[in-house]
């Protein structure tokens, strides 16, 4: 056991917390589960050298980003460039490890949506938000909702008759969304981000594309920007009023601007409960049953 192993180990603790075991330094990827993260799951990754200077990256598939680490300072030029070399072979390992990953998910998420019987109107979910189904499938309770890159399906947000959401492992998110309605010349675009919201919208007659959040906006409004130069964007944010510095208008503003698109906001009535964020809670909200 050298003293690398265990340098680059606690390396590894200071960002995800204790763990029960050490690195294999044999300059491949390896998977882990991150502490916080659901059991079974191998959201974590790292790879680690031992020749020369001791040096590896690690990072979380989930959270994004690489940490890099090595033993000490290169001494000259060469070390310098090996340990170089060493993370741009270990970003060329991660974004291989990270498209089979992706492309297995899509195979899954096409397989799924083939399979899938056409969702139920009166599933729970499109009860409490108030809308049709719109072209959703389902498998077993959950609804599946498509996600296209590219025109190509590449991935599936699961919806359980609660309303919990999950994507599937491993599978893109990134610049994809869920397209409610056809893109046609002269008629506006929105972008939001869930697709209750944009199955309110589109009942109000408008062609409606779902990012899914408030990060995914900015990728999915530049990547239908560059498809569609002439289209009229509209970024449909959620105003997250009681979350410290509101997210999702954040997010629709920096979206809109980057994309040279208009911005548009729920206009709450005196009344309305601070809780409701988004359109899709002020339309639920404001049918006459609903806070008789």
Not at 54 to 74: D, I, L, M, V, Y
Not at 122 to 139: D, S
Not at 243 to 254: H, K, S
Request: proline share 7%.
């Amino acid at each position: 056991m050298t003293d690398a192993t265990i340098l680059f180990r606690d390396a590894l603790q200071t960002v995800y917390g204790p763990l029960d075991w050490l690195p294999v330094p044999d300059g491949n990827i390896h998977r882990f589960r991150v502490p916080d993260d659901k059991p079974g799951t191998l959201n974590g990754w790292y790879v680690l050298y031992l020749d020369g200077i001791a040096s590896g990256a690690f990072g979380s598939w989930k959270a994004g980003g690489t940490h890099t680490w090595s033993s000490r300072e290169p001494h000259n030029n060469r070390e310098a460039e090996q340990v170089r070399q060493r993370i741009e072979q270990v970003r060329r390992q991660r974004e291989a490890e990270q498209q089979r990953r992706q492309l297995k998910a899509a195979n899954l998420a096409q397989r799924w949506w083939r399979d899938g019987r056409r969702a139920d109107p009166g599933h729970a979910y499109l009860i409490a938000k108030v809308v049709r189904p719109h072209g959703l499938r389902q498998r077993g309770d959950e609804l599946l909702v498509p996600l296209y890159a590219g025109g190509v399906l590449v991935n599936l947000q699961r919806i359980a008759p609660d309303g919990g959401k999950r994507f599937l492992f491993g599978g893109r998110i990134k610049g994809t969304y869920s397209p409610l309605g056809r893109i046609t010349p002269g008629k506006p675009l929105c972008i939001c981000e869930g697709w209750g919201t944009g199955a309110t919208l589109h009942e109000s007659g408008y062609t409606v594309a779902c990012a899914m959040n408030a990060g995914n906006l900015k990728p999915v409004a530049l990547a239908l920007r560059a498809e569609y130069p002439t289209t009229e964007i509209i970024i449909a944010g959620d105003d997250d009023r009681l979350t410290e510095g509101n997210p999702g208008r954040t997010a629709a503003n920096a979206a809109a601007a980057e994309c040279g698109g208009m911005v548009t906001f729920p206009e709450w009535p005196a009344d309305a409960p601070l809780t409701l964020s988004d359109f899709n809670d002020l339309a639920a909200w404001s049918r006459p049953h609903a806070h008789a």
